[in-house]
Structures are given as structure tokens and as C-alpha cells.
Nanobody
Framework: QVQLVESGGGLVQPGGSLRLSCVAS????????MGWYRQAPGKQRELVATITHHNITNYGDSVKGRFTISRDSVKNTVYLQMINLKPEDTADYYC????????WGRGAQVTVSS
């Protein structure tokens, strides 16, 4: 059973930074893609960023230039570095991993507010 555990969320002021971590219970090289998605209250879940096992990255338009996804295969961890955070970035952030199946973490809450 694959488990994904997110951490690093919290309350931050506009313009601030946070780094989210997603630790997988297994070897992340088994997943051909891992990523972060977010869901704000009353809105649909949307893509934030993905990274393939070849380290090819893809970002949602609203976060390009501000967020960076990376992976550490030794630590079985995927990171999301977020800078210049805006109130509209407020959401629950979910880690996702795919091999033959798709797995989700339980989410980490990010609140951007002054």
C-alpha cells in the first residue's frame, strides 16, 4: 500500500515563502510522474506542478515563475518550493503519484493572508 504524506503547510503573509514536502512510503522511481495539485474552497482541484521520473517538469499557468517542484530519490520525497505567495494560492495542497495506479496524500493546508 502506497502512502504519501504531505507536510510544510501553514499560514504565511502575501509575498512569503513555503516549502511543501511529500514523503512516499516506497521508492519514488517506481512512479512515472509525481505532482502537486490544490483545491480551494468551492473550487475544483487544479494542477500545480508535476515532475516525471526523468525530471521533466510542468506547471500550472498561475504558479509559473513562482513555484518549483523537485524530487529527491534518496529521501523518497517530492518538494514544492513556493515563493511570492498570493492570497489566491490559499488552498489544500495534495501530493499525487502514478504508476499503474494513482495515489493521493491527505493534503496540506496553505493559507496566504495578512
Amino acid at each position: 500500500q502506497v502512502q504519501l504524506v504531505e507536510s510544510g503547510g501553514g499560514l504565511v503573509q502575501p509575498g512569503g515563502s513555503l516549502r511543501l514536502s511529500c514523503v512516499a512510503s516506497g521508492i519514488i522511481s517506481r512512479f512515472y510522474v509525481m505532482g502537486w495539485y490544490r483545491q480551494a474552497p468551492g473550487k475544483q482541484r487544479e494542477l500545480v506542478a508535476t515532475i516525471t521520473h526523468h525530471n521533466i517538469t510542468n506547471y500550472g499557468d498561475s504558479v509559473k515563475g513562482r513555484f518549483t517542484i523537485s524530487r529527491d530519490s534518496v529521501k523518497n520525497t517530492v518538494y514544492l518550493q513556493m515563493i511570492n505567495l498570493k492570497p489566491e494560492d490559499t488552498a489544500d495542497y495534495y501530493c499525487d503519484a502514478r504508476d499503474r495506479d494513482e495515489y493521493w496524500g491527505r493534503g496540506a493546508q496553505v493559507t496566504v493572508s495578512s
